[in-house]
């Protein structure tokens, strides 16, 4: 059986910079970024807070939509994530206990 998948939108602490990445599971993907263990341009610029995210039924619909969403200019991206998402909030700040980012930083 097919796994699905997820497209998600970081940012960093004063909300400058986004980054759009796609994976099939978004709570371990999202981990990885907050402990520095995400792509070299997240961890650059501090991209760690999870502003948005969807679910796909399939990894290729993601890959699509986030291909899809890297084209858009960025007003509409920060449009996108105000929908849901209109105090730009860390969706995941409650995700993880302080063990588990603490823990996994070495």
């Known amino acids: 059986m097919e796994k699905g998948g997820f497209v998600y939108i970081l940012s960093n602490k004063k909300r400058t910079t986004l980054y759009i990445g796609v994976t099939n599971d978004v709570e371990r993907r999202i981990l990885e970024h907050k ?20 679910e796909h039924t399939t990894i290729q619909d993601a890959i699509e939509r986030e291909k899809q969403l890297k084209n858009w200019h960025k007003d509409w991206k920060w449009n996108l994530i105000k929908e849901d998402n209109a105090q730009l909030k860390d969706l995941a700040k409650d995700w993880y206990d302080e063990g588990m980012l603490e823990e996994n930083t070495c």
């Open 35 to 54: 402990i520095g263990k995400g792509s070299k341009f997240a961890s650059k610029y501090q991209l760690k807070y999870l502003m948005y995210y969807e």
